[in-house]
T-cell receptor, first 116, second 115 residues
Framework: AQSVTQLGSHVSVSEGALVLLRCNYS??????LFWYVQYPNQGLQLLLK??????LVKGINGFEAEFKKSETSFHLTKPSAHMSDAAEYFC??????????????FGTGTRLQVTL | GAVVSQHPSRVICKSGTSVKIECRSL??????MFWYRQFPKKSLMLMAT?????????EQGVEKDKFLINHASLTLSTLTVTSAHPEDSSFYIC???????????FGAGTRLSVL
């Protein structure tokens, strides 16, 4: 069974400051990992994904995440926060099986607040 | 990029009525679609996996007779909440997968309020 833990349900940073959203996973095999962003009353938008290629993954809007097997982590970072980054962020995991529908397991989400 | 349209975005209904939510992949064919439910300030919980032309696979604890899923074509899946009750009020989100094991693209969600 897979699971995802997002430490910190709420993170607040100043505009221009570093953003760090934490995600740890549990899986019997190296999984595929994803970060999604959700704006109020909207669906989810994929920020980036890790599928066993490069461990440092760059996504949209200046976000990136690093897969660290030894730490079972996939933390999301952005060097400089912008007001428009304020949203809910979800880390998700799926089994690394191709040819079958990928069932995502989501973390509980982290709400990012960006202040002036 | 791939676009998934979900309709309606918001619906208010009386207790006991049924509500249908549509999920369409606009620019790709989706063999598989997923239906999620999101409670306030909570994560997304997978309700069922919908495969075109076959019966949906429901997650444990999800009543298949309560949440009817139909995936009649490669671009359309519907979720019908039958005999809705206030406890069914929630945010329902669908996603579609262009190919098996591919990225899921999400709809904008439907907020259901049952009075």
């Amino acid at each position: 069974a897979q699971s995802v833990t997002q430490l910190g349900s709420h993170v607040s940073v100043s505009e221009g400051a570093l953003v760090l959203l934490r995600c740890n996973y549990s899986s019997s095999v190296p999984p595929y990992l994803f970060w999604y962003v959700q704006y109020p009353n909207q669906g989810l938008q994929l920020l980036l994904k890790y599928t066993s290629a490069a461990t440092l993954v760059k996504g949209i809007n200046g976000f990136e995440a690093e897969f660290k097997k030894s730490e079972t982590s996939f933390h999301l970072t952005k060097p400089s926060a912008h007001m428009s980054d304020a949203a809910e962020y979800f880390c998700a995991v799926s089994p690394p099986i191709t040819g079958t529908a990928s069932k995502l397991t989501f973390g509980t989400g982290t709400r990012l607040q960006v202040t002036l | 990029g791939a676009v998934v349209s979900q309709h309606p975005s918001r619906v208010i209904c009386k207790s006991g009525t049924s509500v249908k939510i549509e999920c369409r992949s606009l620019d790709f064919q989706a063999t598989t679609m997923f239906w999620y439910r999101q409670f306030p300030k909570k994560s997304l919980m997978l309700m069922a996996t919908s495969n075109e032309g076959s019966k949906a696979t429901y997650e444990q604890g999800v009543e298949k007779d309560k949440f009817l899923i139909n995936h009649a074509s490669l671009t359309l899946s519907t979720l019908t909440v039958t005999s809705a009750h206030p406890e069914d009020s929630s945010f329902y989100i669908c996603s579609a997968e262009p190919g098996q094991g591919d990225i899921q693209y999400f709809g904008a969600g439907t907020r259901l309020s049952v009075l």
